[in-house]
């Protein structure tokens, strides 16, 4: 799921006029376009009918439907952000709506209407969504959005598009509504925490409400709240009536981002998915050991898992400077000895790290020791999940002086949980991620980071759902292993 960062080819994107004056009609569309793998793909941008200085204004990513796709970067203009250039009072957009176009032959995700379900999310994301968050990142950068207030609606293709974005990136957005559309059950828990609503009509024959409905089955399953409108009658064009009520544009213009509570809500479903009296031993270095402090990342959990589950065990491992090499001599007492029946292993930015000073790891001593604690801590029962190396250093991607030795060390963690079996927690992608958008203005440190590689509050909440979730996604591993093993048996 790895992206270049963007080459924006702008066109008419100047800083928006300051202090402009209200509006009596309304305000010209700014456009633009980013490149994408060599092609362009174009977009418009809605502003805000006044913008006041040192303001900064709500945001609301528009995928459009089937319909609307091209190159002519206008039919995306159609339905909502023709709706919100007009204003909910009439009186024009009270917030920017960033409208990227999909091509002719394209579509916001790889699932298509019908397909078959998967098994998750696929890794590479569609062109199109590419340029989406291109696009996204871009207005950001050089628009006076609160970053708080982003949240997320398509319609119909737009529709499958919201569920997919919102499954990959729940953090990013304050809410997201999705309107005839569709997603993959398989992601449910992904969603939990995010505010949503949904729209579907009842005698839709495009996308048929069953669509909507395998979807809300699956969250409610999860006690995962979401707000349902299967409307009565009509078909297909489900989104007039959405994007005119009152609950739908509240909750897109005036909802907070709140990262906290998707980490709760994450780590509450961990909670009722391990076992009664489950061990859950964090193994690494000094990010782990500062995230056993008060609402340190693995605190954070610890929190949320007592709650439910007064019988579990959470150990902490964590000692600062440790490397792979260090690991290796006490992990047989820190996690074998504790008898954890879970285990995530996150390590390798010392390993790195001490390289400026002749002291990092080879990496093929890396590599191999990471087999080794996956390995024995398997074979002792133990699932495990194993992370990537998050950053050394918040500027965008190939811009701090170790990324690329970094970013060798996460393929090689990658590597070994795919052939070991052990569930992956790509932290690397996700700080990378995270920051190309919520570091807009390219700072070393500060946005997760307190100094470019140990946590700050933010970070410890980015890092306890990840973790969380990486850690839910082993025990449905394991619930499915559990089965088949059930099923062989009765069988």
Not at 70 to 82: E, I, K, L, T
Not at 119 to 136: F, Y
Not at 421 to 427: K, V
Request: hydrophobic content about 40%; proline content about 7%; glycine content about 8%.
């Amino acid at each position: 799921m790895r992206f270049p960062r963007p080459r924006a080819l702008l066109i008419g994107f100047g800083l928006l006029a300051l202090a402009a004056p209200a509006l009596a009609q309304a305000p010209e569309y700014i456009t633009g376009q980013v490149e994408i793998d060599g092609l362009s793909y174009p977009y418009s941008l809605l502003p805000p009918t006044e913008i006041v200085a040192g303001q900064t204004y709500p945001l609301i990513l528009f995928l459009h439907g089937a319909g609307e796709r091209g190159n002519d970067n206008r039919a995306q203009r159609n339905h909502f952000p023709a709706r919100m250039a007009k204003g909910p009072d009439g009186k024009g957009a009270p917030c920017f709506v960033l409208a990227p176009q999909c091509p002719k032959d394209g579509g916001w995700t790889t699932r298509r209407r019908g397909s078959k379900l998967s098994a998750g999310l696929p890794r590479v994301m569609a062109p199109p969504m590419r340029a989406a968050i291109a696009a996204l990142q871009e207005v950001v950068r050089t628009q006076p959005v609160d970053v708080n207030r982003m949240s997320l609606t398509g319609l119909s293709m737009g529709g499958f598009g919201t569920w997919d974005l919102a499954a990959r990136h729940p953090e990013w957005f304050s809410a997201a509504i999705p309107i005839c559309g569709g997603g993959d059950p398989a992601n449910a828990a992904l969603y939990a925490g995010l505010p949503m609503q949904v729209w579907h009509g009842a005698a839709d024959t495009v996308v048929r409400p069953a669509q909507s409905r395998v979807m809300i089955g699956a969250m409610k399953a999860l006690q995962i709240p979401v707000d349902y409108h299967e409307l009565p009658g009509v078909r297909h064009n489900s989104w007039t009536q959405a994007y005119r009520d009152e609950s739908c544009l509240d909750l897109l213009l005036n909802h907070q981002r709140n990262p906290a509570a998707i980490q709760t809500a994450t780590a509450q479903l961990l909670a009722a998915a391990i076992d009664k009296e489950e061990r859950i031993a964090f193994l690494g270095d000094s990010i782990t050991q500062a995230g056993n402090r008060p609402d340190g990342y693995l605190d954070q959990i610890r929190s949320d898992i007592a709650a439910q589950r007064p019988q579990a065990v959470v150990i902490p491992a964590g000692i600062s400077g440790h490397k792979v090499p260090d690991l290796l001599k006490r992990y047989r007492k820190d996690v074998l000895e504790q008898k954890a029946t879970m285990v995530f292993l996150y390590i390798g930015i010392n390993d790195v790290w001490h390289s400026t000073s002749n002291r990092g790891t080879p990496i093929e001593d890396f590599e191999a020791g990471l087999r080794t604690l996956v390995r024995d801590f398997q074979a002792s029962g133990a699932e495990v999940v194993l992370a990537t190396p998050s950053v050394i250093g918040e500027r965008p991607r190939g811009e701090n002086p170790l990324d690329t030795m970094l970013a060798d060390f996460a393929t090689r963690s990658r590597k070994v949980a795919r052939e070991e079996g052990a569930t992956l927690c790509d932290l690397s992608e996700a700080f990378h991620h995270h920051l190309a958008l919520f570091n807009p203005k390219e700072v070393e440190k500060g946005v997760l980071t307190s100094d470019g590689v140990h946590l700050n509050p933010a970070g410890n909440t980015f890092v306890a759902t990840h973790a969380a979730r990486a850690l839910y996604q082993a025990t449905q591993a394991r619930k499915a292993r559990r089965q088949a093993e059930q099923s062989k048996q009765d069988g």
